[in-house]
């Protein structure tokens, strides 16, 4: 059974910096693209980014790019989503999802990591 | 920006049918795959259509999906509604090349 387990909420002070893991189990962990998806409260999902695990190679969406960075270290079958410097409008549900090839559709979701910056 | 407008909410009785709607802002949204996805309350969302009409495994076939490029809109009809269906369903496709786009999202209400 594919499954991806993500690490668990956290509640952080603005200005702090912040790790949060994805770890995939049940398949080829390299042989699937990994995106990072934000959902504030409330509201829509919105594409953050992803990354190839076989290569490390990050493609991100303009409106995060330069506010987080996307990792991943396939020895454990584990994707990072991090920030350096968290502000309030973090506060959000953040979800990793699989990516299928060749439709590019994301077939299998994290749990969620609830993030939550305090004004 | 390539942009995906879904209704804000939708509403129908057990055992109808409803139709969700998917309208891209320019381009062709034949050019692009279109899925959708399915989050109930507290959960993550799930995949409930893929490359346009294509059902997961274990996704009913109460569920269909289909592409009209007339009014460059995709369309995501489940038909004999149950209370379980109520959730928000949000389609997806992409701007340009690999650029993952979301809609909105639509709140279904099974009354």
């Known amino acids: 059974e594919v499954q991806l387990v993500q690490s668990g909420a956290e509640v952080k002070e603005p200005g702090e910096s912040l790790r949060i893991s994805c770890t995939g189990s049940g398949y080829s962990f390299s042989t699937y693209w990994i995106n990072w998806v934000r959902q504030m409260p409330g509201q829509g999902l919105e594409w953050m980014g992803m990354?190839?695990?076989?290569?490390?190679?990050?493609n991100y969406n303009p409106s995060f790019q330069g506010h987080i960075t996307i990792s991943v270290d396939k020895s454990i079958n584990t994707a990072y989503l991090q920030w350096n410097s968290l502000k309030a409008s973090d506060t959000a549900m953040y979800y990793c999802?699989?990516?299928?090839?060749?439709?590019?559709?994301?077939?299998?979701w994290g749990q969620g990591t609830l993030v939550t910056v305090p004004s | 920006n390539f942009m995906l407008t879904q209704p804000h909410s939708v509403s129908e009785s057990p055992g109808q049918t409803v139709t969700i709607s998917c309208t891209g802002s320019?381009?062709?949204?034949?050019?692009?795959?279109v899925h959708w996805y399915q989050q109930r309350p507290g959960s993550a969302p799930t995949s409930v259509m893929y490359e346009n009409n294509q059902r997961p495994s274990g996704v009913p076939a109460r569920f269909s999906g289909s592409i009209d490029s007339s009014s460059n809109s995709a369309s995501l009809t489940i038909s004999g509604l149950k209370a379980e269906d109520e959730a928000d369903y949000y389609c997806?496709?992409?701007?340009?090349?690999?650029?993952?786009?979301f809609g909105g999202g639509t709140q279904l209400t099974v009354l």
């Open positions: 997806q496709s992409y701007d340009g090349g690999n650029f993952p786009v």
């Open positions: 990354i190839d695990p076989s290569d490390s190679y990050t």
């Open positions: 999802a699989r990516r299928v090839v060749p439709s590019a559709h994301a077939d299998s």
């Open positions: 320019s381009g062709s949204i034949a050019s692009n795959y």
